[in-house]
Antibody, heavy 123, light 108 residues
Framework: QLRLQESGPGLVKPSEALSLTCTVS??????????WGWIRQPPGKGLEWIGT????????YNPSLKSRVTISVDTSKNQFSRLRLSSVTAADTAVYYC??????????????WGQGTLVTVSS | EIVLTQSPGTLSLSPGERATLSCRAS???????LAWYQQKPGQAPRLLIY???SRATGIPDRFSGSGSGTEFILTISRLEPEDFAVYYC?????????FGPGTKVDIK
């Protein structure tokens, strides 16, 4: 059973960078049909797509966040993705999810999700 | 950017009733690119429908998707107690994903 687990600091100061890691277990991140995404959800609000990465390293970012977002992949440790969001403000406070997209099984949708991790931006 | 609008914002129904949720796009969306998710409090979203009509693995057949172009529908034929949750539609286009604001289905 595929499992995704987000990890990282739960509290980040304004103007600093947020860094999260998603670890994949129970499956390989290097399948040709897999993309890996980050999605966030401010408390009490809806879902916002942050970006997606292919195991080869190709990235796709939300245009509204593109200037501040970097997503990378480390296939050697099966840590599919590190999310870095720079210059954070209180508006970046959210639960951050990592998720899998399988273009063969359920194209253009996210079929496996991590449990999410709450990141609060506050001094 | 394609904007998704969901209606109603809240749907109050009783178990056993039929739920019809709407997702409207600001411009035409390929049916292949439209998905629906269910989210319960404190949980991650769960994929229900992809490609507008196809149920994800393990999803009961009381959930069905329909529609095309700019109007898509998620139907729950008979509400079970575990179906009371928030439902989001999501689309893909121009290498980007966007989600609708969600419809909350609560117990009447």
């Amino acid at each position: 059973q595929l499992r995704l687990q987000e990890s990282g600091p739960g509290l980040v100061k304004p103007s600093e960078a947020l860094s999260l890691t998603c670890t994949v277990s129970g499956g390989s991140i290097s399948s040709a049909t897999y993309y890996w995404g980050w999605i966030r959800q401010p408390p009490g609000k809806g879902l916002e797509w942050i970006g997606t990465i292919y195991y080869s390293g190709s990235t796709y970012y939300n245009p509204s966040l593109k200037s501040r977002v970097t997503i990378s992949v480390d296939t050697s440790k099966n840590q599919f993705s590190r999310l870095r969001l720079s210059s954070v403000t209180a508006a970046d406070t959210a639960v951050y999810y990592c998720a899998r997209l399988d273009q063969q099984l359920a194209p253009f949708s996210f079929d496996y999700w991590g449990q999410g991790t709450l990141v609060t931006v506050s001094s | 950017e394609i904007v998704l609008t969901q209606s109603p914002g809240t749907l109050s129904l009783s178990p056993g009733e039929r739920a019809t949720l709407s997702c409207r796009a600001s411009q035409s969306v390929s049916s292949s690119y439209l998905a629906w998710y269910q989210q319960k409090p404190g949980q991650a979203p769960r994929l229900l429908i992809y490609g507008a009509y196809s149920r994800a693995t393990g999803i009961p057949d009381r959930f069905s998707g329909s529609g095309s172009g700019t109007e898509f529908i998620l139907t729950i034929s008979r509400l079970e107690p575990e179906d009371f949750a928030v439902y989001y539609c999501q689309q893909y286009g121009s290498s980007s994903f966007t989600f609708g604001p969600g419809t909350k289905v609560d117990i009447k």
